[in-house]
């Protein structure tokens, strides 16, 4: 069974760094492509970095809010995707879910999430 694992949030002080990591488990998975949301407390779930196929070059898409300071990446082995945010900021606190789409021989290529970790950024 596949599953998407988040972890790496914490709590930390602005101008501090985060590095988080989504781990694609299950039988021979590979993330076809990855992205990060996150979700403040009473708002909605925002796009922050997407990542596309190797195929295609690896296109990228961060968000104009965290632009400059959170990049998005993929491990060699095409099961990990990380999001590097470095000089957080207090408006970037809240819940960061990762979605993939992931390729296994046996399910072929379907859209999973994660369960989500916590960031929260003190001034």
């Known amino acids: 069974q596949v599953q998407l694992m988040e972890s790496g949030g914490g709590l930390v002080q602005a101008g501090e760094s985060l590095r988080l990591s989504c781990v694609a488990s299950?039988?021979?998975?590979?993330?076809?492509?990855g992205a990060w949301y996150r979700q403040a407390p009473g708002k909605q779930r925002e796009l922050v970095a997407s990542?596309?196929?190797?195929?295609?070059?690896?296109?990228?898409y961060i968000a104009d809010s965290v632009k400059g300071r959170f990049t998005i990446s993929r491990d060699a082995r095409a099961i990990t995707i990380f999001l590097q945010m470095n000089n957080l900021r207090p408006e970037d606190t809240g819940a960061y879910y990762c979605?993939?789409?992931?390729?296994?021989?046996?399910?072929?290529?379907?859209?999973?999430w994660g369960q989500g970790t916590q960031v929260a950024v003190s001034s």
């Open positions: 990542l596309g196929r190797r195929s295609t070059g690896d296109d990228t």
């Open positions: 299950g039988n021979g998975v590979i993330i076809n492509t």
């Open positions: 979605s993939g789409n992931i390729w296994t021989r046996t399910t072929g290529s379907k859209d999973y």
